[in-house]
């Protein structure tokens, strides 16, 4: 297997003429970079440095394959480089849509990330529950959650991870009404809602065994609001589902519990939406490709 870390040593004692200069140049110490060298001519089979306790010199073979490792380095420093040189320069407008829920709870964090990192990009964020046409909205992305496959389109769709949904009640909610031990024990408890255009419901929950099966409920309180759901649940109003990473926090605090941990009451997925990479802005670019290279980590299961 190829270590780069041998071409590196290789070159420096090269340059510097000698084990110790590259050594004290490098501030490390003189046996580790010889057994680097040694490790390199090893899988080479081949000398490439005479060295004796006075003498230090290349041979034709070292010469030729110094070349060519001078080269590789030369390219990785350019590359660096040009990732740094786009950091620095990467300018421009990205106009976001996501929902309540996704802005609260999931890209909080990864946004003033991305515009510490990149301080010229102007970053626009429209927040609605409502599905909208990107083209239309002149919206350069979107990220939208979803149980069923998006149909297809002329939008460009990436997965950016899935996300279960618990059922979660505050301890003095449960202190008075009993800890649920089956989904059976969910029938006419106080609950809460996801959504304000019906007021009844129904969990459809699935146990880790695949069983499943649904519970209707009358919720108290609905909302498109999962920040106000959870907050009524912290205070005792009712059961409430939603999805895991908005509780994060509520359940290391011990405001909320987990209820039948051994089942789910749903599974979501989270897209990014864009008419397009053609064409598109590199600020764009970027931003997609930073949402799609760290969501999953932050958000997902």
Same mark, same amino acid.
């Given at each position: 297997?190829? *270590?780069?870390?041998?071409?590196?040593?290789?070159?420096?004692?090269?340059? =510097?003429?000698?084990?110790?200069?590259?050594?004290?140049?490098?501030?490390?110490?003189?046996?580790?970079?010889?057994?680097?060298?040694?490790?390199?001519?090893?899988?080479?089979?081949?000398?490439?440095?005479?060295? $004796?306790?006075?003498?230090? #010199?290349?041979?034709?073979?070292?010469?030729?394959?110094?070349?060519?490792?001078?080269?590789?380095? *030369?390219?990785?420093?350019?590359?660096?480089?040009?990732?740094? $040189?786009?950091?620095?320069?990467?300018? %421009?407008?990205?106009?976001? #849509?996501?929902?309540?829920?996704?802005?609260?709870?999931?890209?909080?964090?990864?946004?003033?990330?991305?515009?510490?990192? @990149?301080? =010229?990009?102007?970053?626009?964020?429209?927040?609605? @529950?409502?599905?909208?046409?990107?083209?239309?909205?002149?919206?350069?992305?979107?990220?939208?959650?979803?149980?069923?496959?998006?149909?297809?389109?002329?939008?460009?769709?990436?997965?950016? $991870?899935?996300?279960?949904?618990?059922?979660?009640?505050?301890?003095?909610?449960?202190?008075?009404?009993?800890?649920?031990?089956?989904?059976?024990?969910?029938?006419?408890?106080?609950?809460?809602?996801?959504?304000?255009?019906? $007021?009844?419901?129904?969990?459809?929950?699935? @146990?880790?065994?695949?069983? =499943?099966?649904?519970?209707?409920?009358?919720?108290?309180?609905?909302?498109? *609001?999962?920040?106000?759901?959870?907050?009524?649940?912290?205070?005792?109003?009712?059961?409430?589902?939603?999805?895991?990473?908005?509780?994060?926090?509520?359940?290391?605090?011990?405001?909320?519990?987990?209820?039948?941990?051994?089942?789910?009451?749903?599974?979501?997925?989270?897209?990014?939406?864009?008419?397009?990479?053609? %064409?598109?802005?590199?600020?764009?670019?970027?931003?997609?490709?930073?949402?799609?290279?760290?969501?999953?980590?932050?958000?997902?299961?």
């Amino acid at each position: 297997m190829i *270590d780069l870390n041998d071409y590196f040593y290789f070159v420096h004692v090269v340059e =510097k003429r000698g084990f110790s200069p590259a050594a004290a140049a490098l501030n490390m110490p003189k046996s580790r970079l010889s057994r680097h060298v040694a490790k390199l001519e090893e899988r080479l089979a081949t000398k490439l440095i005479q060295r $004796t306790s006075r003498h230090f #010199s290349v041979t034709e073979s070292g010469h030729i394959f110094y070349q060519h490792a001078r080269a590789l380095l *030369d390219e990785m420093e350019a590359a660096e480089a040009a990732i740094q $040189t786009r950091k620095t320069s990467l300018s %421009g407008r990205v106009t976001m #849509s996501c929902s309540v829920g996704v802005a609260q709870f999931a890209i909080k964090y990864l946004i003033p990330e991305f515009l510490h990192t @990149n301080p =010229k990009v102007e970053l626009k964020q429209q927040v609605t @529950n409502q599905a909208i046409d990107l083209v239309s909205s002149g919206v350069d992305l979107a990220i939208r959650g979803h149980l069923d496959a998006l149909p297809d389109s002329s939008i460009i769709q990436r997965h950016l $991870t899935t996300v279960s949904w618990y059922l979660f009640a505050s301890p003095e909610y449960l202190s008075k009404t009993g800890c649920p031990k089956s989904p059976y024990d969910l029938y006419k408890r106080p609950s809460l809602k996801v959504g304000w255009q019906t $007021t009844t419901g129904h969990w459809t929950l699935e @146990n880790t065994e695949g069983v =499943k099966t649904t519970i209707p409920f009358s919720p108290q309180f609905c909302s498109d *609001d999962m920040g106000t759901l959870k907050h009524a649940a912290e205070k005792g109003l009712g059961l409430v589902s939603l999805p895991a990473y908005v509780c994060r926090e509520e359940l290391q605090q011990g405001t909320l519990v987990r209820v039948l941990p051994d089942w789910i009451s749903g599974k979501a997925q989270l897209s990014l939406m864009m008419p397009s990479r053609k %064409g598109q802005p590199a600020s764009v670019r970027a931003f997609a490709d930073y949402l799609l290279e760290n969501f999953d980590d932050r958000i997902g299961d």
